[in-house]
């Protein structure tokens, strides 16, 4: 995609990678955009030389691939700002880097149980203020032994809250937010809802 890059931090903890730090560059303005707050890392990876680095170093940080969820929020950037010169803060809930879903929330709570997960912090309030606006969609699985997983979704929900940023998402019937790139024919129509969400909860802010 022209004059869009996707840049994240790799790291190497144990037998997993993490991807932390990641952001999708639009031009070259480092003003951000706005933010996202998912579940964990997709498929994006770092690509050549990169990915040497990464097995050496530990961690690197270098341009990635866009996986299909960082391509879908680009037609959802293009579709909704006029002029895009900054950067779009892609967040997770956890950020052990897994593409299925559940099989990532399960990966989460076994290394928090067994003391494996590293620590990360939740951004602070001074790194949230600068997004005009958050998007949540860490999808709407559930299951009463995810204990971590849900605690994982309040301090998220309280930070939002006491940011005072306006936010949207694609709400379930339990009030979960839905990922914004769901597979097969729900993704266009997904594009469409996060489009006229955006348009009715959030662009008012913005003018």
């Known amino acids: 995609m022209e004059n869009v890059r996707a840049i994240a931090t790799f ?3 144990g037998e997993e990678v993490y991807r932390t730090n990641a952001f999708i560059q639009f031009g070259t303005s480092r003003k951000s955009l706005g933010a996202v707050v998912m ?3 997709g498929s994006a990876h770092l690509k050549g030389e990169a990915k040497k680095k990464l097995i050496m170093n530990g961690s690197h940080t270098d341009e990635t691939t866009l996986d299909n969820t960082m391509k879908q929020l680009v037609q959802f950037m293009k579709a909704t700002h006029s002029e895009l010169d900054g950067r779009l803060h892609l967040y997770n809930l956890f950020y052990v880097r897994n593409t299925i879903g559940i099989e990532a929330i399960e990966l989460f709570e076994h290394l928090k149980i067994t003391g494996k997960y590293p620590t990360i912090t939740l951004p602070s309030l001074l790194e949230m203020s600068q997004h005009p606006w958050i ?3 860490w999808g709407v699985e559930k299951r009463s032994r995810w204990r971590f997983f849900e605690e994982e979704k309040k301090e998220w929900l309280q930070l939002i809250e006491d940011s005072g940023i306006p936010y949207f998402g694609i709400q379930s019937d339990n009030n979960e937010y839905y990922h914004p790139c769901p ?3 729900a993704k266009a ?3 469409q809802q996060l489009i006229e969400s955006f348009n009715t ?3 008012n ?3």
Do not use: D, K, V
């Open 205 to 207: 802010y913005l003018h």
């Open 135 to 137: 998007l949540i969609g």
């Open 11 to 13: 790291q190497l903890i």
């Open 39 to 41: 579940l964990n890392p």
């Open 189 to 191: 129509e997904r594009l």
């Open 201 to 203: 909860h959030i662009s």
């Open 183 to 185: 597979n097969g024919p």
